[in-house]
């Protein structure tokens, strides 16, 4: 999975996040923050939040993906993109990249009118809404 943000509105990163899911989280995952232990999980399915796909396009080599607007929010998700600390010796790819189980992360509280690029596994048709599925991916 890849993402990053294209239009940000209101705050652009607040605080800092750890991953509290059960496995590493890619850049481009949709998460929700657990108040128990104040780290990003991954959500439940929501069809009720509406992200619409602007376009479809390709990312870095040829990886497809798509641009979305956030159009309605029922939680409170905030999008993972992720920046690895680098240690001057390594470069890292940003397409294969994922943060580790408990590691801290870069995460964008999402609003109404955002925009982002992200891929997803689900079958995509610009112009049409889609929710968030419990993999925190758009569907």
Known sequence: MAGYMTKMYGNLYEG?????AEAPVANGVLMVLDPT????????????????CKEAL???DGVPAYR?????????YYFVENAAVLDGRLEYDTVEYAAPVDAFMRAHPLQVNDEFVATTDATIAEGKSYGVLATGLIG
């Open 58 to 60: 390709n990312i870095f």
């Open 16 to 20: 800092e996040f750890r991953n509290g």
């Open 68 to 76: 979305f607007i956030v159009e309605a929010l029922n939680d409170r």
């Open 37 to 52: 232990d104040m780290k990003l999980k991954l959500p439940a399915a929501d069809s009720t939040t509406k992200f619409l």
